[in-house]
C-alpha cells in the first residue's frame, strides 16, 4: 500500500541588543507502506541568550520530543511479514479473496475457531495479514535535551599584561528519554503459539560538564598565540526492564495479568569519563599555523589500577595563498596541511568481569528456549564471554596530509586529503579454548590498518543576477587490512546466520563473508557425486568484503530567480552482500530462478547444465590414494530440478554461500527537489507574510545496481559491525513529498 507523512512546523525567533530567543514546534506523522504500522513525532524547542553585562553572555536550550508508533515483526523472524509474504507459494492467497483490504477481514488470515489462516496449514510461517493485525509492536519515547552554558569575556583582567586575553566558557547538557514498548503475539502464531505479551521500560540518561579556559596573546604583529585549557566529565547511565508473560488465558486481551507464566528481564549500567586537556596553537602572519593537542582521560569500564590513557595530535597548516594576494581574483585560496594524531578508547562495559545472568538453553534455531525460572525455582549462568581485567585501552594512530585550492572568487574549489590509519589493541571477544569453560573471552587482539584518498570538488559553472549553477562532488576510496588477531587465531566472528558469517579475516579486508560454497578442483571446476550433482563443500572460504572499492557523492543546484533544482546522487563502487532471502526462497521454489520446472538447462546459482549434464568433473581415486579428476558425464536423473534446489545450491539447509554473495555496488539518485519563492511583491501584498515558498521532493527515485535483493543498503543486523547480511529484510522507501513554507 501507499504511505505517507505530513509535517507541520512553525518557528518564531527574534533579537535585539540584550539577546534573542527562538522557539519551534514540529509535527510529523507517518503512516507506513505495510499496513497498520505508523509513526508520530513531536517536538518543542526554545534556546535563548541573554547578555548578562558586557562581559558575561548565558546561552540556554531546551528539547522535549514525543514520538512512537505501531512497527511490523521484520527480518530473521518467523513471524516476521516479509519471511511469511516472500515463502508463500503463487498458488495461495494469503489475503482470501481480498487483495490489501484483507487487513478488514479477519476470515482472510484467520479460521472461526481463531486459528491462523496459512499456507503451511496452521502456522508454521505467519500470514503476513496475521503479522500486521494480530502481532503488533508498539512504543512510546519521551525525550528531553537541554543544555545551559555561561561565556565570561572580560575586556582586561589581572593577568592581561602578561598573558593576555582571556576568556572562560562553562557549559552543562542532558539528554534522557524512557521509552515504554509493547509487543504482542496472538494465540495461534507461529513465534509464540499459546500467545505472548511482552512489556518493557528502557531509560537512559547521559550528562556531560565543560570548562574551557582560552588565553589569547600577539606575541608580535606577526605572531599570535592561543591555549586552551579544558576540563570534561560524561555520565551514562541505563536501565532497561521488562517482563515477557506466555500462554494467555483470555484470547485477544492483551494485558501482563492475562499470562500464566512470566519471565523478568533487567539490565543496568553506568559509565563515567573525566577528561582534561590542552589545545595550543600558533599563528604567523595568519598564513603559517601549528597546533598540539593532548588530552588526559579516565573511564570506569577500564581497570581501576590502570583508568588513565592519555592521546594528542600535532598539526601543520601553510596557507600560501598569502604570498599571492595580487592574483586573488585568480587564485583564491591556497593551503596545505600535514598532521598526525592519536585517539585513545575504552573498553565496553562489563568487560572487566564475567558477570551472571538469567539461565537460557535453546538449540539455537527455532525450538521455544527453555528459560528460568522453571517451575519457580530460579537459575543464572555466567556470560559465555570470560571478562579480562588486564584489557588496555584501544589506539589508533593517523597520519593526515592534504592540500585545499580554491579559483576565481572561490567559484572553483578542489581539496584533497590523504590519510593512514592505524588501529592497535582493538578489544575483542576472541574464540579460547571450551577446556576453559568459556568459547569466548574479551581480549587486546586487533591490529587494522586503513589509508585512502578523499577529495571534494567544488564548481561554480555559470553564475549571474538570476541563473545560479553549482555542484559539489565528493569521492573517497577504501584500503582496508586486518594486520593481526590473537595469536593463533586467524579470524574473528562478527556477525551471521544459517551457515554464513561476516569475519574479521587476518590479511583480508575487515567484514570478509564466510561460508560453504561449491567443491572445485585444482583448476577451480565444480566437483560432481556419483549422480551427477555439484557437491557442496562444507569447508567455509571468504567470499569477499562488504567494504566499498569508492565512493562518489554528487549535489547538484541549478536556480533561476526564485526556482530551484536540487538534486543528490550517490554511488559506491564495489563491496559484497550475502543474499540471504533469495538463498531461502530457492528452497521454498517461490524465488524467479525456480520457476522452470523439470530438465535444468542452462546456468544456476553458478553451475551450467547443458542437456542435462552439470559441467563439472568427477574425482577419482586409485588404489594408491593418488586423486585425479575426470570430466563429468553422468545425466542428472529425472526430477533433479528439485533436488539441486533443495539439498545443494540454496544457503537455507545446504548452507551454500557463494551462489548468493553479490555485488553490493549502486548508484542512487537519492533526492531531487524542486522549490519556488513566491515573489516580494506577492508576499508585501499579503501583509503579513515575509516569505513564502513552495516545493516538491521526492526520495530513492532511482537505483541501479546488480544485487538482486530488496536493496543494496540494508542489513540483517542493524549498524553494527557485521554489515552484508540480506535475510527477508524490509525493502527501501521511494517517497514523494509536497510542502510550504511562510515567514511572517
Known amino acids: 500500500m501507499t504511505g505517507g507523512t505530513t509535517t507541520h512546523s512553525l518557528t518564531i525567533s527574534s533579537g535585539s541588543s540584550w539577546g534573542s530567543y527562538y522557539f519551534g514546534i514540529n509535527d510529523a506523522r507517518t503512516t507506513g507502506v505495510v499496513p497498520l504500522s505508523n509513526f508520530q513525532r513531536t517536538s518543542l524547542r526554545l534556546n535563548g541568550d541573554v547578555n548578562l553585562r558586557s562581559d558575561l553572555k548565558l546561552n540556554a536550550a531546551a528539547q522535549y520530543v514525543r514520538s512512537g508508533g505501531r512497527r511490523v515483526q521484520k527480518g530473521s523472524n518467523i513471524s516476521g511479514v516479509m519471511l511469511g509474504l516472500l515463502r508463500t507459494p503463487p498458488t495461495f492467497d494469503n489475503s482470501n479473496g481480498y487483495g490489501t483490504d484483507a487487513i478488514n477481514h479477519p476470515d482472510a488470515y484467520s479460521f472461526p475457531d481463531g486459528r491462523q489462516r496459512t499456507y503451511r496449514g496452521y502456522g508454521v510461517y505467519d500470514n503476513p495479514f496475521w503479522t500486521v493485525t494480530q502481532n503488533a509492536y508498539t512504543d512510546a519515547t519521551d525525550r528531553f535535551i537541554g543544555s545551559a552554558q555561561l561565556d565570561y569575556y572580560p575586556e582586561r583582567w589581572f593577568g592581561q599584561d602578561a598573558i593576555g586575553d582571556f576568556s572562560a566558557t562553562f557549559r552543562v547538557g542532558m539528554d534522557q528519554y524512557a521509552t515504554q514498548e509493547k509487543n504482542i503475539i496472538a494465540i495461534n502464531s507461529a513465534t509464540a503459539p499459546a500467545g505472548r505479551v511482552v512489556v518493557g521500560d528502557v531509560r537512559n540518561r547521559n550528562i556531560n560538564a565543560d570548562l574551557l579556559l582560552t588565553f589569547k596573546r600577539e606575541v608580535t604583529s606577526d605572531i599570535q598565540a592561543r591555549l586552551t585549557l579544558g576540563t570534561q566529565i560524561f555520565n551514562n547511565d541505563f536501565l532497561t526492564t521488562g517482563v515477557i508473560g506466555d500462554q494467555l488465558t483470555v484470547p485477544k486481551f492483551y494485558d501482563i495479568s492475562n499470562a500464566v507464566s512470566y519471565t523478568p528481564y533487567a539490565s543496568n549500567g553506568i559509565l563515567r569519563r573525566l577528561g582534561t586537556f590542552f589545545d595550543a596553537q600558533l599563528s604567523f602572519k595568519e598564513m603559517l599555523y601549528l597546533n598540539g593537542s593532548y588530552r588526559v582521560e579516565r573511564s570506569t569500564t577500564l581497570p581501576k589500577e590502570k583508568n588513565a590513557f592519555g592521546y594528542g595530535n600535532i598539526s601543520a597548516s601553510f596557507v600560501f595563498s598569502e604570498l599571492f594576494k595580487e592574483e586573488e581574483s585568480i587564485f583564491s585560496f591556497g593551503k596545505l596541511r600535514l598532521s598526525y594524531a592519536t585517539v585513545g578508547s575504552d573498553a565496553p562495559l562489563y568487560a572487566l568481569t564475567t558477570p551472571f545472568t538469567r539461565a537460557t538453553i535453546s538449540d539455537g534455531w527455532v525450538a521455544a528456549p527453555i528459560q528460568w525460572p522453571l517451575n519457580g525455582v530460579p537459575g543464572f549462568i555466567q556470560s559465555a564471554t570470560l571478562g579480562n581485567n588486564n584489557l588496555r585501552p584501544e589506539k589508533r594512530e593517523e597520519i593526515e596530509a592534504g592540500l585545499e585550492l580554491k579559483f576565481f572568487e572561490n567559484r572553483i574549489g578542489l581539496d584533497v586529503t590523504w590519510y593512514q590509519t592505524r588501529n592497535v589493541d582493538q578489544i575483542l571477544q576472541v574464540p579460547i579454548s571450551p577446556t576453559t569453560g568459556f568459547p569466548f573471552q574479551f581480549l587486546n587482539a586487533g591490529t587494522m590498518k586503513n589509508s585512502g584518498i578523499e577529495a571534494v570538488l567544488h564548481l561554480v559553472p555559470y553564475r549571474d543576477e538570476d541563473w545560479n549553477i553549482a555542484l559539489d562532488v565528493n569521492f573517497s576510496t577504501f584500503n582496508n587490512t586486518v594486520e593481526t588477531l590473537a595469536p593463533g587465531i586467524q579470524t574473528i566472528f562478527l556477525s551471521g546466520f544459517v551457515g554464513t558469517s561476516v569475519r574479521a579475516d587476518t590479511g583480508k579486508p575487515y567484514g570478509q563473508i564466510y561460508g560453504p560454497g561449491w567443491k572445485r578442483d585444482p583448476q577451480g571446476r565444480i566437483v560432481v557425486d556419483a549422480n551427477g550433482l555439484p557437491i557442496v563443500d562444507p569447508n567455509e572460504r571468504g567470499w569477499g568484503s562488504f567494504l566499498p572499492d569508492w565512493i562518489l557523492g554528487g549535489n547538484l543546484t541549478i536556480s533561476y530567480g526564485g526556482l530551484s533544482l536540487n538534486a543528490v546522487l550517490d554511488w559506491k563502487q564495489g563491496g559484497k552482500m550475502w543474499n540471504g532471502t533469495k538463498g531461502a526462497l530457492v528452497f521454498f521454489g517461490t524465488a524467479k530462478v525456480t520457476e ?114 530488496v536493496d543494496p543498503e540494508t542489513s540483517l543486523v542493524g549498524s553494527v559491525n557485521g554489515q552484508g547480511i540480506d535475510y527477508f529484510n524490509n525493502p527501501g522507501i521511494r517517497s514523494y513529498g509536497f510542502g510550504i513554507r511562510a515567514n511572517f
Open 596 to 709: 522452470s520446472r523439470g530438465a535444468l538447462n542452462g546456468t544456476f546459482a553458478g553451475v551450467t547444465i547443458r542437456d542435462g549434464v552439470v559441467e563439472g568433473v568427477v574425482e577419482q581415486v586409485d588404489d594408491q590414494g593418488n586423486v585425479t579428476y575426470v570430466p563429468n558425464t553422468k545425466r542428472l536423473p529425472n526430477g533433479a530440478d528439485q533436488t539441486f534446489w533443495r539439498t545443494r545450491a540454496n544457503s537455507f539447509t545446504a548452507n551454500n554461500t557463494e551462489p548468493y554473495v553479490e555485488d553490493a555496488g549502486w548508484i542512487r539518485l537519492r533526492e531531487v527537489t524542486l522549490s519556488y519563492r513566491i515573489p516580494g511583491a506577492v508576499t508585501n501584498a499579503l501583509g503579513f507574510v515575509k516569505g513564502l515558498d513552495v516545493f516538491l521532493t521526492g526520495r530513492n527515485l532511482f537505483l541501479s545496481t546488480k544485487y538482486t535483493g
